[in-house]
């Protein structure tokens, strides 16, 4: 499978599931226009863009371009790589009927062609080969109040620590954190980051 360590922002969760058939990836979801209003998504893929850089994936279409634009003036610090897959008319298979524009969307279009589109922006990827994605065990609620972060008097301190350490903005939220954490870490990679519940050294 190729790999690549900077994180892809893709609309929809369907083109999630794509992508992660072909690369192994950080890949977060705008959740179409929802990235105009989701601070706390747009602060991690800021995080991304200044530590590891980000790939904006967006549909061929209008909707595709305006949350391409709004995020490349939204990311002022970092590396932005844009990939643009060709445009191909049909119709996605799990769809009635097209869209708008009648213009395949990233889940819609073929491996070949969306590799195709990040070699053409200039993204090498690292191949482990034709081994599958490893299924993730996900950090879970339970897991950030066994480590201290929540339900605690002092959880509210314990996250400010913890984001501090791992360079995620301090105002993130409980839910924004536990998001964080997914893509950034094993389960096990948080339980050793976790070890002393979040305290300092």
């Keep these: 499978m190729l790999r690549t360590e900077q994180a892809v922002i893709v609309e929809g969760k369907y083109d999630k599931i794509k992508l992660e058939s072909i690369i192994d990836a950080t890949i ?6 929802g990235i105009f209003k989701d601070k706390e998504k747009l602060e991690l893929i800021r995080f991304y863009a200044k530590h590891k850089g980000i790939i ?9 371009f305006k949350i391409r634009g709004y995020l490349k003036g939204s990311v002022p610090e970092g590396k932005i790589t844009n990939v643009y897959i060709p445009d191909v008319f049909g119709k ?11 213009k395949l969307g990233v889940e819609g279009i073929k491996k070949e062609l969306i590799i195709e589109a ?3 922006a200039g ?4 191949d482990d080969g034709d081994t599958e994605r490893p299924v993730r065990n996900l950090i879970t609620r339970t897991d ?3 480590a201290g972060l929540t339900g605690m008097p002092d ?18 939220s409980t839910t924004g954190m536990l998001e964080a954490f997914n893509t950034m870490m094993t389960r096990e990679e948080f339980y050793k ?3 002393n519940k979040g305290e300092t050294d």
């Design 193 to 195: 980051l976790t070890e």
């Design 118 to 120: 990040f070699r053409k």
């Design 92 to 102: 996605e298979k799990r769809k009635e009927k097209p869209s708008c524009e009648g």
């Design 144 to 146: 950030l109040y066994e």
């Design 56 to 64: 904006i994936l967006t549909d061929p279409d209008g909707a595709g």
């Design 155 to 172: 959880s509210a301190e314990r996250r400010r620590t913890i984001l501090k350490k791992t360079g995620l903005p301090e105002r993130l």
């Design 123 to 126: 993204i090498s990827f690292t």
């Design 28 to 33: 977060i979801v705008t959740n179409g226009y």
